[in-house]
C-alpha cells in the first residue's frame, strides 16, 4: 500500500504507554508531523510518574493532540492510510486509552489497525531519522522503563532480547539519583547538564556486573552507592559536589550502556548499533558511543533526543513498515499489554 | 438519523445502534452486549463492528455518538468515553453524554414512585442518584458507603435498581430491590440524547464523572540507605 505521491504508507501513531501523549504522522520513512501532550508536570510532585493521573491526562489530551498532528502534517483523515498503536508495554490503564482510540478511529475510518511494540517503535524511529534501518543491528534501549539490549533481525517481527536490567531501569536511576542530589524530576535531563560542569573521573562508582548474563544490566548498586556517598558528606557537615557526583555517576551508566552494546555487535558479528529511548537524550552516552562504535567499526545510529523519548512518531513509523511489509493488521479485540513481550 | 450509542461504566459493556426521528423518538435497530469484566478494551470496538453490520450500515452512516459518562470503575468508564470521541471525531459528527445512572433509571420509569440508582463503586462503596416520581435525578450522582445512601434515601423513595441493590442486599434491606434490568443499557443512553441530536445540537467534550480523586500520594521523604 502506498500513500498518494506513491511515497510509501501514510500512517498515524498513537502513544499512550506512559505520561506523554504523542500522536506523529509519517509517510514511510519521512517524519511529517510529532505532537505531544505531557502529562510530566502533574507527577513532578509525586517524584515518578502516577498512572491514574497519566490515564486521565491521555484522555483530556487525546483529540486535540490527533488534531494538531493531522494539521502540522497538513493532511485529512482521508489521507490516513492506515493507525498504529502502541499496545504494550507500559502502564495498563495508559495504555488503554491509546488502544481505545486507535480502534475507534480505525473502525470510524474504516482503516487497518496495528498494534506495535513500544520497543521496537524506539528502534524504528531511527528510519525517521537516518533512513532505511540497517537489518540485521543491535539495539539499546535506554528509558525510564527500560535497559535492554536486542537483536534485531525485523523489527517488524523477529526482534530477541539480549539482556536487559535485572533491577532499575537506566532512566530510573537518573531520576533517583537525581532526587538524592535534590534535583528535579524527571532527573536525566539535569543531570546531564549539571555533569558538564563535573569531574567524571571524581568518584570511582561501580560499574555493576550480572553473573551469566554478559549482556543485562544492573543499576541498584550504583544508586545505593551514589546514595551512601552522599550521604556520608553530609552528614559529615561536608558541600555535596553535585556537579562531580552527577558527572562519575553519569560515566558509570553509560560507561557499562555502550561497552556492552559493543561487545553484543562484536559477538554476534553486527556492525550497527541503534541506540533509542529517552536516556539516548543523554550527550555523555551519545559521546561515549560514538567513541567506541568507531573504534569497532560499528556504524552508529542515533535518532535526534526530540525522537528518543516516548513520541507518536516512532509508533507511526513503526506501523509505517508494518504497513510496507505486508505485515497483517491487528484485529479488533487487541488487548493492552502491559507485559507486551517481544516478537 | 443514525445514532451510535455506548456505555462502558460497570462490568457490562453495551451498544446500540438506533434510528432518531425528527421528534426525537427512538427506534433500536441493532444492540449488543458483553459481560466484560475488565475486558472493555477488548470487547467494545468488536461490539461496536457488530452492531454495525447487524444493521447493514457503515460507519460513515452514523450522523451522532451518544456515551455514558458514568460514573463507574475508571479504567473501564474511559474505555467507553475515548471510543465515542474518537468515533465522533473521525466522522466529523456530534458526541453528547448523559449521566450512565440517568440511563439505567430511565429503564424503570415506568413503574410508578421514585427511585435509587446504585452501581457499585469498589472499595465498599457505591455510586448512586435518587429520581423523583417524574424520573428526574434530585440527589447525585455521588459516591458513598452502601449504609450511608440507604439511610439518605429513606423515606424518600421505596425502590432500589441496579448491581449496587443486589450486591448490598442488607444496606438495602427495608428497600424493594428491584432485579430487572440491572445494567445501563446503550438504548437508553441513545433515548437520553436523541433530544440533542434531533435538535442538532452542537458537539460536547465527554468528561467522565470520576467523582474521586486520583490515588495519588506523594512519596514520603527519601529513605536513608545506611542505618543511622
Ligand atoms: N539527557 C538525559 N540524560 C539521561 N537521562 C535522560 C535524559 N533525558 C531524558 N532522560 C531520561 O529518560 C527517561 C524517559 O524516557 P522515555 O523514553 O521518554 O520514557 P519511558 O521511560 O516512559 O519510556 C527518564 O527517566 C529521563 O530521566
Ligand atoms: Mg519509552
Redesign the interface.
Known amino acids: 500500500m502506498t500513500g498518494p505521491r506513491g511515497l510509501g504508507p501514510l500512517v498515524l501513531g498513537i502513544e499512550t504507554s506512559c505520561d506523554e501523549t504523542g500522536v506523529g504522522v509519517v509517510r514511510g520513512d519521512e517524519l511529517l508531523a510529532d505532537a505531544l501532550a505531557s502529562s510530566v508536570d502533574e507527577h513532578a510532585?509525586?517524584?515518578?510518574v502516577?498512572p491514574?493521573?497519566a490515564?486521565?491526562a491521555h484522555?483530556e489530551a487525546?483529540?486535540p493532540t490527533?488534531h494538531r498532528a493531522l494539521a502540522d502534517a497538513g493532511v485529512t483523515?482521508s489521507d490516513v492510510d492506515a493507525i498504529a498503536v502502541t499496545a504494550g508495554p507500559g502502564l495498563?490503564?495508559a495504555l488503554?486509552?491509546g488502544?481505545?482510540?486507535a480502534?475507534?478511529?480505525?473502525?470510524?475510518?474504516?482503516k487497518p489497525l496495528y498494534g506495535v511494540n513500544h520497543l521496537a517503535a524506539h528502534v524504528a524511529v531511527d528510519r525517521l531519522a537516518n533512513g532505511d534501518l540497517p537489518e540485521p543491528c543491535v539495539a539499546l534501549l535506554v528509558s525510564g522503563g527500560h535497559s535492554s539490549l536486542l537483536v534485531v533481525p525485523d523489527v517488524t517481527g523477529t526482534v530477541e532480547p539480549l539482556g536487559q536490567t535485572v533491577d532499575d531501569a537506566a532512566g530510573e536511576a537518573f531520576d533517583k539519583v537525581a532526587?538524592?542530589l535534590g534535583l528535579p524530576f524527571p532527573g536525566g535531563p539535569h543531570i546531564d547538564r549539571a555533569a558538564r560542569d563535573g569531574d567524571a573521573a571524581a568518584i570511582d562508582f561501580p560499574r555493576g556486573v550480572v553473573r551469566d548474563a554478559p549482556y543485562s544490566f544492573t543499576f541498584s548498586g550504583l544508586k545505593?552507592a551514589v546514595?551512601?556517598w552522599v550521604?556520608?558528606r553530609t552528614r559529615a557537615g561536608e558541600q555535596v559536589p553535585v556537579d562531580d557526583v552527577a558527572a562519575s555517576f553519569q560515566e558509570a551508566v553509560v560507561d557499562v550502556l555502550t561497552k556492552r552494546a559493543v561487545a553484543a555487535c562484536r559477538d554476534r558479528g553486527i556492525d550497527h548499533l541503534v541506540i533509542g529511548g529517552g536516556v539516548a537524550a543523554n550527550s555523555r552516552l551519545r559521546a561515549l558511543a560514538a567513541q567506541r562504535c568507531e573504534a569497532a567499526g560499528i556504524v552508529l545510529r542515533t535518532p535526534p533526543p526530540r525522537l528518543c523519548t516516548d513520541n507518536g512518531a516512532m509508533v507511526a513509523a513503526l506501523g509505517a513498515l508494518m504497513v510496507e511489509r505486508d505485515v497483517a493488521p491487528s484485529?479488533?479485540?487487541?488487548?493492552?499489554d502491559p507485559a507486551l513481550a517481544l516478537a | 438519523m443514525l445514532l451510535l450509542a455506548l456505555d462502558s461504566s460497570t462490568p457490562r459493556v453495551t451498544v446500540a445502534l438506533v434510528d432518531v426521528a425528527a421528534d426525537a423518538t427512538v427506534r433500536v435497530l441493532a444492540e449488543h452486549a458483553d459481560d466484560a469484566g475488565n475486558?472493555h478494551?477488548?470487547?467494545?470496538?468488536?461490539a461496536?463492528?457488530r452492531v454495525l453490520a447487524t444493521a447493514g450500515a457503515?460507519?460513515?452512516d452514523?450522523r451522532a455518538v451518544g456515551c455514558g459518562l458514568g460514573p463507574g470503575p475508571?479504567?473501564g468508564l474511559?474505555?467507553g468515553?475515548?471510543?465515542?470521541?474518537?468515533?465522533a471525531?473521525?466522522?466529523g459528527v456530534p458526541a453528547y453524554g448523559v449521566c450512565s445512572l440517568d440511563a439505567l433509571a430511565l429503564a424503570h420509569r415506568e413503574q410508578p414512585g421514585g427511585l435509587l440508582v446504585v452501581t457499585d463503586a469498589r472499595r465498599k462503596q457505591v455510586y448512586w442518584a435518587r429520581y423523583d416520581e417524574e424520573g428526574r435525578r434530585v440527589d447525585g450522582p455521588e459516591v458513598s458507603a452502601p449504609d450511608d445512601v440507604a439511610a439518605a434515601a429513606r423515606g424518600h423513595v421505596d425502590r432500589v435498581v441496579g448491581p449496587g441493590a443486589t450486591q448490598w442486599s442488607d444496606a438495602f434491606a427495608g428497600f424493594a430491590i428491584d432485579e430487572s434490568d440491572p445494567w445501563p443499557q446503550a438504548n437508553m443512553v441513545a433515548r437520553l440524547v436523541a433530544p440533542r441530536a434531533a435538535a442538532q445540537a452542537p458537539t460536547e467534550q465527554l468528561t467522565?464523572m470520576?467523582l474521586r480523586r486520583?490515588?495519588?500520594?506523594?512519596?514520603t521523604s527519601?529513605k536513608?540507605?545506611?542505618p543511622r
Open positions: 510532585r509525586f517524584g515518578g502516577v491514574e493521573v490515564s486521565r484522555l487525546m483529540q490527533v483523515w495498563a490503564g488503554l486509552v488502544v481505545a482510540a480502534k475507534a478511529y480505525a473502525v470510524a475510518l474504516g532526587r538524592v545505593t546514595a551512601r550521604e556520608a484485529p479488533l479485540d487487541l488487548p493492552a | 475486558r478494551g477488548e470487547l467494545l470496538a468488536p461496536i463492528q457503515a460507519p460513515t452514523l475508571f479504567t474511559r474505555v468515553i475515548v471510543t465515542a470521541a474518537s468515533i471525531d473521525g466522522l467522565p470520576y486520583p490515588d495519588a500520594r506523594p512519596p527519601l536513608a540507605v545506611t
